[in-house]
């Protein structure tokens, strides 16, 4: 239902130049109360490192041009399921950080105002549309609700990594022309069998993701 958003289709041709920008897939993050930790500034994309990376497909030998110097690759819009305010652990993102190099720095090290760029407030139905180059973290949510954060993530029309089909045949025939043309790396044919439903990953907060 997220893929294929009226309003969001001029604003995505817009930052991409095109309409030949491609879904990578839908995600998002989920905050339970009680999750009060700070997660660390990171971005969700950079430079393949070694063989076996599983994402970030693009490097330079030379070192001259990382993804930080190119056009955007690569945006997310999380959409506000719920209100966001500063106690329901509202994401913070450090605006300009986009095309630095710089290590990300600590808690401890960060300036304040890098510390209260939180997006918030906003009501459900909001969206937050940002180059996931850019730092940015999770925050404590301090409430008695959960916080879900869905997503869908996007790629530049020139922009590939190793991604897998998750739209089955039968659902790709429920979208539009539009919806067809942007997921076409993501949908299986009809002879294809996905594997759908939900699991429950008890793993430790990503650095990197
Ligand atoms: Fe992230």
Known sequence: ???DLPPLTPIMTALFGSTDYMVRAA????CLPGAVDYQPLH???GDRRGERTPFSSYVDPSGAITTRELPTPYITTNFFVVDMTALSGPTRQIPGTQNSRAPFPGLEDEPEWMRLSTVCAAPA???????VRAWHRGTPNLTDEPRPLPNIEFYAPWFREPILSSISYDHLLGLTDHGR???R???ADSTEVL????QVRATPPSTDG
Do not use: P
């Open 43 to 45: 971005s969700d994309v």
């Open 181 to 183: 043309h942007i997921t």
């Open 1 to 3: 239902m997220l893929v």
């Open 195 to 198: 594997r759908e439903g939900w």
């Open 27 to 30: 995600g998002g993050d989920f």
């Open 185 to 187: 790396l993501i949908t």
């Open 125 to 131: 139905g909001a969206a937050l549309i940002r180059d």
